[in-house]
């Protein structure tokens, strides 16, 4: 049986298998949704809130407690799609601003342009850069100097 889910701000309606995940309804919307972790809970690029609807999800394990503790912009409402089943109708997820930030590469071809909308840093969510703002090389030296890589993230992770 199928769930209706709402997605803001967007404003659209769609619909997701009884037990099926949140981050399988943006990917079926076409929503630019990184997934770097292949949908373990581990990288918090699948992150969003919950408007409405946080009792028709699956309980929060674990690992997703653990992953969204690192996440600067976590709110009591953010949940991670990947490991967010829908149980029941109700569910409105917002989806955060901003793009998460793939590689330094993604960083190198915007220098001395202004950011379409914010940046997030791929793990923490912080804002690398505002909307409106100039993407400068300051940008990509802090990326570099935090370990950017996201797989060494996740091997961190993992042996934690």
């Known amino acids: ?33 990184l997934k770097e972790c292949g949908g373990r809970g581990m990288c918090a690029t699948c ?8 009792d028709a999800l699956t309980p929060m394990n674990r690992r997703e407690q653990r992953t969204l503790e690192v996440i600067t912009s976590c709110k009591p409402n953010s949940r991670l799609a990947c490991q967010s089943r829908v149980v029941t109708d109700g569910v ?16 190198e071809a915007l220098i001395g342009r202004r950011a379409d909308q914010d940046m997030l840093h791929p793990v923490t969510g912080e804002i690398l850069v505002e909307a409106g703002k100039l993407v400068t090389r300051s940008t990509l030296k802090q990326l570099e100097e935090t370990k950017f890589e996201i797989g060494a993230y996740l091997t961190q992770t993992k042996d934690a």
Do not use: C
């Open 1 to 33: 049986m199928v769930k209706i889910v709402r997605l803001e701000p967007i404003a659209q309606e769609t619909e997701v298998e009884t037990n099926g995940n949140l981050l399988s309804v943006l990917m079926n919307k076409d929503l630019d949704v």
């Open 47 to 54: 992150h969003v809130y919950i408007q409405d609807g946080m």
């Open 92 to 107: 409105v997820v917002e989806l955060p601003p901003g793009m998460y930030v793939r590689s330094l590469q993604d960083i």
